[in-house]
């Protein structure tokens, strides 16, 4: 179900709108947006609705704000797009954000995603925060038109990185490190280990010769520090040879920069083919699924169009 709790800005006389004060970004055109709110996300909360409308009082713009709940995620978007706003905020978790920002394209509208889910890569990426409403100001404030790039692979979207492999079990692990929860973080830690060399990938590049790795991790132009100019995925062949190896490269993507560990190599592609003999774990923006045993990841060089400032702030590069 989809829970409208504002519309229009209620002006006074004059037509100005009582409290407001802060004055809109120069470098887009912001008369209507939309701002969908999941309050069970992690990093939302039940007071966000409230907040929101809050920080709105402050800008001359006209907002609706749309509750996610329930089984009706689909429908809210759906009515999101409807409304054809200049800008449709996402304060909700990961794999929301992506599904608006697959939605939008292009040719649709900005899309902000704000960090409110648990990893909040793109939201990162985007304003250099983790605070959403620091992120909300700032887009509001500074934002312009960010055309982002990013890969498709299995018809899901991603605009930060996707790990292909075995690997791509550590990812559970770095973030609850991340957050402190180290009990959590050694259960990952043992799962992954557990299923390390369980199937090893192989893999071409723009369609070059075969190669084979225990994992893939692919990024897009946004956050990769290897890129200068968005001319493809940045593909880094993870191939440790042994156990030890496998276990020295696991702590470096714990606790500091993987592309320097010398299991690592990596070079620019815009078409990766990629199959393993099962299913392929991966993460995808932070998400985590399964992919078909024979998967291609395509580069997207304009995948959809963002409110953000410019440049990205880009806060986890990787």
Request: glycine share 10%; charged share 20%; net charge neutral.
């Amino acid at each position: 179900m989809t829970d409208i709790l504002s519309s229009e800005p209620d002006t006074g006389a004059g037509g100005q709108r009582p409290g407001a004060g802060r004055v809109l970004t120069p470098h887009a055109s912001l008369k209507r947006l939309v701002i969908l709110v999941n309050p069970l996300s992690g990093g939302v909360g039940p007071r966000a609705v409230a907040e929101v409308e809050a920080i709105l009082t402050d800008y001359e713009v006209e907002s609706q704000v749309m509750l996610l709940q329930g089984g009706g995620f689909d429908q809210a978007i759906a009515d999101a797009f409807a409304a054809t706003p200049d800008v449709i905020f996402v304060l909700a978790g990961d794999g929301t954000a992506r599904s608006v920002a697959a939605k939008a394209r292009p040719d649709g509208p900005m899309i902000a995603p704000l960090p409110g889910g648990t990893m909040n890569m793109l939201p990162k990426a985007l304003y250099g925060t983790g605070d959403w409403k620091a992120a909300l100001r700032h887009a509001l404030e500074e934002g312009e038109p960010q055309t982002v790039s990013g890969g498709e692979v299995g018809g899901e979207y991603f605009y930060c990185a996707a790990i292909l492999g075995s690997p791509a079990l550590w990812a559970p692990a770095r973030e609850a490190m991340r957050t402190g929860k180290l009990r959590l973080a050694w259960a990952y830690a043992r799962r992954a280990l557990k299923r390390a060399f369980s199937g090893r990938l192989r893999f071409s590049l723009d369609g070059g010769g075969r190669r084979r790795a225990e994992a893939l991790v692919l990024i897009s132009p946004m956050i990769s520090k290897a890129m200068v100019e968005p001319t493809g995925l940045e593909a880094a062949a993870l191939d440790p040879s042994d156990a030890t190896q496998a276990f020295r490269l696991a702590a470096t993507a714990l606790f500091s920069d993987w592309r320097h560990d010398p299991a690592v190599s990596t070079r620019p592609a815009k078409r990766i083919d990629v199959r393993a003999r099962s299913k392929i774990p991966a993460v995808i923006d932070g998400e985590p699924l399964l992919l078909s045993p024979e998967a291609t990841v395509r580069f997207i060089p304009k995948a959809f169009r963002a409110l953000a400032p410019k440049p990205p702030a880009a806060e986890d590069s990787l």
